[in-house]
């Protein structure tokens, strides 16, 4: 096994039906820009009931049909969240969590100490988090995994992963592993993966290549780390009414 092995991301997600939500954070290979991506799938009606939709800088996740709704709390979310020269991106509303402890000062790691992973036994879904901090032209990043430490949900497990970027390199953190019941959740480090500079060939091979019945939502931004200008690409498998 090479442990420095990079894919691009399509080949990680290619063929397999249900990586749930997926965040990956990296820099080109031209080193000008920060990359970050978030991806959401469903298999029931109320998670596919789900739309992404900017709001300034941030990001929300509104119901694509509010008359469908069974239960809000883990579907209504910011998925980003800006704060000076960080940007938040999670899976949940720990994204609110993470930016209210930064506005005091606090960190990354304080923020998700309060948290854990989802009530939705018997699934217990992970929550998944990252941050990037853009600094003197250049930028590092964290990545987080709140996962159950046994079946019954009785612990949680912390892991922060913290990275400094590498041109053309980005890590790729998702909730599960594949479908199953319950479904298994991810395991081990965030996965290796390219990051070209055309943020449309980036946002391409995700979109074709998450699973054409269950992707829902994918979001991506490109941050110029001279200018702080972003370059977004948003799409939505559903229209919201």
Same mark, same amino acid.
Not at 127 to 140: A, C, K, P, Q, W
Not at 196 to 202: A, K, Q, R
């Given at each position: 096994?090479?442990?420095?092995?990079?894919?691009?991301?399509?080949?990680?997600?290619?063929?397999?039906?249900?990586?749930?939500?997926?965040?990956?954070? /990296?820099?080109?290979?031209?080193?000008?820009?920060?990359?970050?991506?978030?991806?959401?799938? /469903?298999?029931?009606?109320?998670?596919?009931?789900?739309?992404?939709?900017?709001? /300034?800088?941030?990001?929300?996740?509104?119901?694509?049909?509010?008359?469908?709704?069974?239960?809000?709390?883990?579907?209504?979310?910011?998925?980003?969240?800006?704060?000076?020269?960080? @940007?938040?991106?999670?899976?949940?509303?720990? @994204?609110? @969590?993470?930016?209210?402890?930064?506005?005091?000062?606090? =960190?990354?790691?304080?923020?998700?100490?309060?948290?854990?992973?989802?009530?939705?036994?018997?699934?217990? @879904?992970?929550?998944?988090?990252?941050?990037?901090?853009?600094?003197?032209?250049?930028?590092?990043?964290?990545? =987080?995994?709140?996962?159950?430490?046994?079946?019954?949900?009785?612990?949680?497990?912390?892991?922060?992963?913290?990275?400094?970027?590498?041109?053309?390199?980005?890590?790729?953190?998702?909730?599960?592993?594949?479908?199953?019941?319950?479904?298994?959740?991810?395991?081990?480090?965030?996965?290796?993966?390219?990051?070209?500079?055309?943020?449309?060939?980036?946002?391409?091979?995700?979109?074709?290549?998450?699973?054409?019945?269950?992707?829902? =939502?994918?979001?991506?931004?490109?941050?110029?780390?001279?200018?702080?200008?972003?370059?977004?690409?948003?799409?939505?498998?559903?229209?919201?009414?």
């Amino acid at each position: 096994m090479n442990i420095y092995e990079v894919k691009s991301m399509g080949t990680r997600i290619h063929g397999n039906e249900y990586v749930g939500r997926g965040i990956v954070i /990296g820099k080109t290979q031209d080193e000008s820009k920060a990359a970050i991506a978030y991806f959401i799938m /469903g298999r029931s009606e109320n998670s596919r009931n789900r739309v992404f939709e900017e709001e /300034g800088k941030d990001l929300i996740i509104y119901p694509a049909d509010e008359s469908k709704v069974e239960d809000p709390s883990l579907i209504i979310y910011y998925p980003i969240k800006v704060t000076g020269n960080s @940007t938040i991106v999670t899976n949940g509303d720990q @994204t609110s @969590t993470i930016y209210d402890f930064m506005q005091e000062g606090k =960190s990354f790691e304080e923020a998700l100490k309060t948290r854990a992973f989802e009530p939705d036994a018997p699934n217990l @879904t992970p929550r998944i988090s990252g941050i990037v901090n853009v600094e003197d032209g250049d930028f590092t990043y964290k990545m =987080s995994i709140l996962k159950s430490g046994d079946a019954e949900g009785s612990v949680c497990n912390r892991y922060t992963f913290d990275y400094e970027p590498i041109a053309g390199l980005g890590h790729f953190i998702h909730t599960y592993v594949c479908d199953g019941n319950p479904i298994p959740t991810f395991q081990g480090e965030p996965e290796r993966v390219t990051i070209p500079d055309d943020i449309d060939e980036f946002y391409e091979d995700i979109w074709n290549n998450l699973d054409a019945n269950n992707k829902i =939502s994918l979001y991506v931004r490109y941050i110029d780390l001279k200018t702080g200008e972003t370059e977004n690409r948003l799409i939505n498998k559903n229209v919201r009414v």
